[in-house]
């Protein structure tokens, strides 16, 4: 789901707009960029051409596509996100404790994204990155992030009450989905039951801010073998104290 919000700057708007559409829907022509987006010819072909020579788009055979410019700019953003480097050695000590893949994300407009990964020292991998979008509803991430939010938040970030079913034990009500978020409240931590991805399982925890607001969550990832049921425990203890720590050094 992506963000129409408008401002004062209508060209602007239009360009988030464009970058938003190519972003779902890469190797758009332009009458389906123009057509789909309700934008004027003569405006979008201008626009989509400058786009193009500052390399915010990339076109091919008629066909555009997000240009490096924007790759550029991400990896600078994340470079610059303070919390990053702040949670960096608590995010190695997870890591270096329970054998996992671990991951730092935060709530960008309407999806959790994946800002910091520290791969498993273990042969089995997990595919993931920094700059993964994910669900809210089916993710450890997601369901951290959102548990603590109040509901008119919750209403906008999920207006339906049918979710996206991805897995066998995918969550897909919403009403099953709140009373799941009540429970993560009550434990302090989310947990991600290959509901995202068969065989990926997840734990998760949020990090608050000095006025007791979520700002990030960390994660840690696994398959059964590495993340088994007798685990469970042990690791979310690890990962709420990883994340007391975080906020910690919030303040």
Partial sequence: MLSNSTTSVPALDKTIRICNYLFASPGATFSQIQQDLSLPKSSTSSLLNALTVHHILRQEKGRFYLGLKLYEWGNKSLEQFDIRNIALPVLERVRNQTGLTCHLGVLDELSPIYILKLESNHPIGIRTWEGKKLPLHSSGVGKALCAWLPEEKINVLLPDEDLPRFTDTT???????????????????????????????????????????????????????????????????????????LSARML
């Fill in 171 to 245: 969550i897909t009500k919403k009403s099953a989905l709140m009373a799941e978020f009540a429970s993560i409240r009550n434990r302090g931590w989310a947990y991600d039951n290959e509901e995202d991805c068969p065989g990926v399982f997840c734990i998760a925890a949020p990090v608050f801010d000095h006025k007791h607001n979520v700002i990030a969550a960390i994660s840690a990832c696994g398959v059964q073998l590495q993340l088994p049921e007798e685990k469970i425990a042990e690791i979310s203890q690890l990962i709420m104290n990883a994340c007391r720590d």
